[in-house]
RNA sequence: GCGGAAGUAGCUCAGUUGGUAGAGCAUUAGCCUUCCAAGCUAAUGGUCGCGGGUUCGAGUCUCGUCUUCCGCUCCA
């Protein structure tokens, strides 16, 4: 089976067993949309406590928030995100070459004034001669003609491109016969607007709403909560601020499944350090953030680091943790040294004053960052490429098992009843009755024990208990192994014990600190 | 954005020169009782992606459109 037969396969499998789901599938979907189902939302949350325990429980020097995902709009002007990339573009068919558009209107007006300057340079040397009456009131009028158009289309400019009308803003360069410089045509594409964030209007029309966007990370509701949060915290440098949430991004090219989607999850915590020392944080993070993936045991070759040559503006040092994906090595994370750029920028365009005072060093600084950024979904992606698997059995039949890790999977447990009668479905209740507290836990009784479990391998559910007619006689059950199928009998008040020893997320804990 | 392919039941698919939409699996209800999936009986489930057109009649022919996948391009 190749790789890309096993991507589709999984992703069959992932919608089959409601794990991912098309959004709106009854609408035909939304392309890069994608819904949680029963059985993805419990991985998904699964991998978040992971991730959150392993920095807010692990760390003393760490704390969480839940910034909203609405900000101030400043707040992205500060963060760069506004600017650069919110031009409407336009391509020229025959050259395929692509265009600002208000850079050729404006070119367009340029044009206009030259020509009217050329009128009265011709007039005033001509009158320089011999003043023609005629003549005058002719120039005048061409100028005038001119001068009207000029405005006219500044006027249409301003309104097309303020209100975002970018088909008011293609016909206006079809009015005025705009072409081409390269191919000399006016076979244009619609005016697109390449920015990668949404936006939406907050307050009643009416009373001159205002445009704010979706955030397109979540990293500027840290930066700016910074004194909030060290303040109320009594937070001492070095110390994080870590937040899970929905960023947004209109992805011109959005494919692969979760890999890449138009709203996607991030769970980040940025870092906040001395400066002179991001260095040594930077590194610290890479090879801490190294061993929470590792941990999940999918194989150390698996991983690598992508160390970015060419930095973001706001960054001295950055670099990737890749997986190996069905799709090939793919960024799964960045960690990024970010400077002080962030904290600064807000400062500047706040103009409030955002530093900290450093006791041990008795002096005042703007912190540097450290920031490591992880994709959830990419991250569920992960966890579902790694794990699922279809094994060759010893009588020749295949079966099709999910390997997620024993902390990570959905179900926890499945309690089967050997036979539904002679009491067996009803010692199977008490014994989920005793483990319904802590863990996620299933009870089947449909067909016949073999198909149970495998349907439960399908899910990845790491243990079956099976409950038969010696339970009810010496009050013991088997335990079966989802990845070995090796089966055990234990004593049914041993159980909660023996499952929380093999679903606990402290077994990967154990392995981070 | 360009090119290619696909879309029929929850899933995998069949559907003849245009003539009343099928199978297996899954699901549900019984029966059976067996530690590694497909025992028996019955039931449920489809505006054939959507919208026009041709035709007495369209899953089938035709045009458009949407969605998905693959390749290229673009973006980072």
Redesign the pocket.
């Known amino acids: 089976m190749t790789q ?1 037969e096993l ?2 396969k999984l ?2 499998h992932s ?2 067993y409601g794990f991912i789901f ?1 959004s709106s599938e009854i609408y ?5 949309v994608y819904d949680y189902g029963q059985l993805g939302c419990e991985l998904k949350n699964n991998i978040k406590k992971y991730w959150w325990d392993s920095m807010i429980k692990l760390h003393g020097n760490i704390v969480g928030i839940d910034a909203a995902i609405f900000m101030h709009p400043k707040t992205w002007e500060a963060s760069g995100h506004l600017g ?2 919110n031009d409407p573009l336009i ?1 020229n ?1 025959d050259s395929k070459k ?1 265009y600002r558009a208000d850079v050729l209107i404006e070119e367009w007006i340029e044009k206009q004034k030259d020509k009217i300057k050329k009128e009265v340079d011709k007039a005033v040397k001509r009158f320089g001669d011999s003043f023609d009456e005629a003549q005058f009131v002719a120039t005048n009028a061409r100028v005038v003609e001119l001068q009207t158009k000029i405005k006219e289309t500044e006027d249409e400019m301003a309104r097309t491109l303020g209100g975002n009308d970018l088909v008011g803003v293609k016909a206006l360069i079809e009015k005025l016969e705009i072409v081409c410089p390269i191919s000399g045509t006016r076979n244009w ?1 619609d005016v697109r607007q ?1 920015n ?1 964030m949404f936006e939406t209007k907050v307050g009643a029309a009416a009373d001159g709403a205002n445009t704010i966007y979706l955030r397109p990370e979540t990293a500027q509701g840290i930066f700016v909560n910074f004194l909030n949060v060290q303040k109320s915290a009594r937070m001492k440098i070095p110390f994080g601020i870590a937040q899970i949430g929905k960023a947004f991004r209109n ?3 959005a ?3 979760i890999f890449r989607m138009r709203e996607f999850e991030q769970m980040e915590m940025q870092f906040f350090v001395a400066p002179g020392t991001e260095m040594q944080w930077y590194e610290h993070w890479k090879a801490f953030r190294m061993r929470w993936h590792q941990a999940l045991g999918f194989g150390a070759q698996n991983y690598r680091f992508h160390d970015h040559i060419k930095l ?1 503006h706001y960054a001295n040092a950055a670099t990737d943790i890749e997986f190996d994906f069905p ?1 090939g090595f793919k960024e799964v994370e960045g960690i990024h040294s970010r400077t002080n750029y962030d904290l600064s920028r807000h400062a500047e365009f706040s103009g409030k004053k955002i530093t900290y005072f450093d006791t041990d060093k008795n002096e005042s600084y703007v912190p540097y960052v450290v920031e490591t950024s992880i994709g959830v979904d990419r991250m569920v992606l992960q966890v579902l490429s790694a794990a699922y698997k279809e094994e060759l ?1 010893e ?1 020749g ?4 098992v999910l390997s997620i890790p024993a902390p990570l999977a959905p179900v926890k447990v499945a309690v089967l009843p ?4 002679d009491g067996l479905p009803e010692l199977a209740q008490t014994i989920i009755n005793s483990l319904k507290f802590d863990h996620n836990v299933q009870f089947d009784e ?6 149970r ?3 439960q ?1 399908a899910i990845g559910t790491p243990l079956c208990v ?3 007619h ?2 009810l006689e010496d009050g013991t ?2 335990i ?1 192994h989802r990845d070995t ?3 055990e009998r234990v004593a049914i008040d041993q159980l909660p014990a023996l499952v929380n020893c093999i679903v606990s997320l402290n077994s990967l804990f154990a392995k981070l600190v």
């Open positions: 890309e991507f589709k992703i069959a919608k089959e098309p035909d979907g939304l392309s890069a650069a990339f391509d068919k692509r594409t390449f990668l992805e011109i090219v494919r692969q499944f973001a799709f059995l009588n039949e295949t079966r099709t050997l036979i539904k009668k449909k067909d016949s024990i073999g198909k479990y495998r349907r391998d099976t409950v038969d010696q339970s059950v088997t079966r199928m090796a089966q």
